[in-house]
Structures are given as C-alpha cells and as structure tokens.
C-alpha cells in the first residue's frame, strides 16, 4: 500500500538528549513537510523540501534539523536547542507544490521526561 | 502565523443531525482544504476547493468558499457516530512566490452523540 510511515509511533527523551524521527514515503511524492501539533494549537510547520538535497525553514524552525538525502525520506531530529519539544509531530507530502492536497503519516508523539 | 480559524472550537450533536463548522482566513489564497483527524491519528484529506468555486460536494459533505468574506463552511449531512473527530481546514501558503506548506486553524472538535 502506498503512503507515510513514521516512526517510532512514541518517544521519550531525556532533557539535553537529541533524537530523530523517521519519516518515509513511497507515493513518489517530491515535496514532504513536517508539523508540530500541540493541543488547541492546530498544526504548526517546521520544515518542508520540495526536491532531494534541499529543504526550508517553516514558522517554528529553531530546535529543529532535517535532511533530504533521499526523495522516499525525510527525518526530523528535535534537538536539544528545542525549549518545549514534547508535541505530537506529523510528516506529510504532496505530489503537487503549492496546491496539492496533504498525505498525513500517523504521527510521532514525542514526550521529555 | 495561523491563517485560518474554524468555528465553533466544539460542536456536539445527535447521531442523524447535520454539523456545520466555518473557517475565516485572513489573506488571498489559491485554495482552501479540508481535514479530518481522529484522535491520535494523522489527518485525512476530506475536500479541496478552489478559490475560483463556490460549492463542492463529496458524498455526505458539501464545503462552500465565499473569498469576498474570507470564510469556508463545511456541512456534514446525516451525522453518523464515526463522524466524530476533529476537522481542520487549511489554506496553502503560496502567493505567486515564497513559503510552501499548508497553515491550519485550531479546529473543530466534533463529537456524535448515539
């Protein structure tokens, strides 16, 4: 079946520890995108890439690393610069920039004990 | 920034009923989104609209824009228990240039009374 799958589904951290999550995509999609979701927040974006080897900053960057060595992967590593980073984090892509419609994984839910 | 901004924050209705939710957004957009979340689970994409339509209609749901208010309506007719769920609607950040992405309001928390 085609579609986005993250993982680990939940993580728990230790404050001052880095980790990332994994995000892949076998829809062919090029642009991937990831969000945060705090609750009575709505979604928050923190990074897209439209094309391998090249990515931007969203609206809440800071705290926050990608990479996209791949066009199927797209991992997020909150980083230990991120001052409030448990949240629920979505990885999402569209075959279309700017206009298409998202594809959603199930979510990564990140807690810093 | 958050552009779009449903109402009501929670809506509460009994299994058979329609729920109506709105969405205002703040600047020009190319096209107006629709989504789905269950509790704990990604989004689903429910319904796309143009800025160029004013009506669309996907089985039980019907989504009208009116770009001279800013604002979308997303009816769901003949309410049913699995409705229940959080609806977001999202515009795209695109203008004729710069950011990508999708922003989303807070949502709608819908619960279907049996």
């Known amino acids: 079946d085609g579609g986005i799958t993250q993982s680990p589904k939940y993580l728990f951290r230790k404050e001052g520890q880095n980790v990332t999550l994994s995000c892949e995509q076998n829809?062919?999609?090029?642009?991937m995108y990831w969000y945060r979701q705090d609750p009575g927040q709505g979604l928050r974006l923190i990074y897209y890439s439209q094309i391998v080897n090249d990515f931007q900053k969203g609206d809440i960057a800071e705290g926050y690393s990608v990479s996209r060595e791949k066009k199927e992967s797209f991992p997020l590593t909150v980083t230990s610069a991120q001052k409030n980073p448990t949240a629920f984090y979505l990885c999402?892509?569209?075959?279309?920039?700017?206009?298409?419609?998202?594809?959603f994984g199930e979510g990564s839910r990140l807690t810093v004990l | 920034s958050q552009q779009g901004e449903e109402d009501p924050q929670a809506l509460s209705i009994q299994e058979g009923e329609n729920a109506t939710m709105n969405c205002s957004y703040k600047?020009?957009?190319?096209?107006l989104q629709w989504y789905r979340q269950n509790s704990g689970r990604g989004l689903v994409h429910l319904i796309l609209i143009r800025s160029n339509e004013r009506e669309k209609h996907s089985g039980r749901l019907r989504v009208t824009l009116d770009t001279s208010k800013k604002s979308s309506s997303l009816l769901i007719t003949a309410s049913r228990a699995a409705d229940t769920a959080s609806y977001f609607c999202?515009?795209?950040?695109?203008?004729?240039?710069?950011?990508?992405?999708?922003?989303f309001g807070k949502g709608t928390h819908l619960i279907i009374q049996p």
């Open positions: 999202a515009t795209d950040l695109y203008s004729g240039g710069g950011a990508d992405g999708l922003t």
């Open positions: 600047t020009s957009i190319n096209n």
């Open positions: 829809l062919n999609h090029d642009a």
């Open positions: 999402a892509s569209r075959g279309q920039i700017y206009t298409g419609e998202l594809f």
